[in-house]
T-cell receptor, first 113, second 114 residues
């Protein structure tokens, strides 16, 4: 059974700081890893998808890395802005004929102006 | 449509009533997932469809919960004899095809059982 842990559970930083969110998983036989953000009362918005053969993906101020062997992924946010305030979740589908996707509980980020 | 569409966005019902929640996935997406998110909790897997088939129903909390998908498109999650503990946001996601794993979520249906 895949278990996904996200640390920290909550984070509060001043605007402009660079920050790192962590996601760890117990089963390294993953197909890919996807990072999402969720605003209060909303659905999940996809940020980055890293295929299992990749080491990292970048989109604007976001960079996600993947280390399958150690069961870890990090989401790096550069020059944080108040609009980045949200809950960030990672999702990890296992390989195989059926992709049961396991989510972490998320990191709640608050960027203070 | 351009994205995953869910309806209703909000539903308030009385304990014991039946409710139906609808998900319209992105056109052409063959995989469809239902998740439940209770207040302050993570996402709880409910059921997965590949086409019209549901190979994994293991997440359905009880026999009061059922889901179907027709025409490889729209899915309906039905909760019979609702209980207060069913109050949550029900999220639907679709994926282009089995194998990519990339999920696209709807905005969710918030269910409140009084």
């Amino acid at each position: 059974k895949q278990e996904v842990t996200q640390i920290p559970a909550a984070l509060s930083v001043p605007e402009g700081e660079n920050l790192v969110l962590n996601c760890s998983f117990t089963d390294s036989a993953i197909y890919n890893l996807q990072w999402f953000r969720q605003d209060p009362g909303k659905g999940l918005t996809s940020l980055l998808l890293i295929q299992s053969s990749q080491r990292e993906q970048t989109s604007g101020r976001l960079n996600a890395s993947l280390d399958k062997s150690s069961g870890r992924s990090t989401l790096y946010i550069a020059a944080s802005q108040p609009g980045d305030s949200a809950t960030y979740l990672c999702a990890v589908p296992l390989t195989g004929g059926y992709q049961k996707v396991t989510f972490g509980i998320g990191t709640k980020l608050q960027v203070i102006p | 449509g351009a994205g995953v569409s869910q309806s209703p966005s909000n539903k308030v019902t009385e304990k014991g009533k039946d409710v139906e929640l609808r998900c319209d996935p992105i056109s052409g997406h063959t995989a469809l997932y239902w998740y439940r998110q209770s207040l302050g909790q993570g996402l709880e897997f409910l059921i997965y469809f590949q086409g019209n088939s549901a190979p994994d129903k293991s997440g359905l909390p009880s026999d009061r919960f059922s889901a179907e998908r027709t025409g490889g498109s729209v899915s309906t999650l039905t909760i019979q004899r609702t209980q207060q503990e069913d109050s949550a946001v029900y999220l639907c996601a679709s994926s282009p095809r089995l194998g990519t794993g990339e999920l696209f979520f709807g905005e969710g249906s918030r269910l409140t059982v009084l």
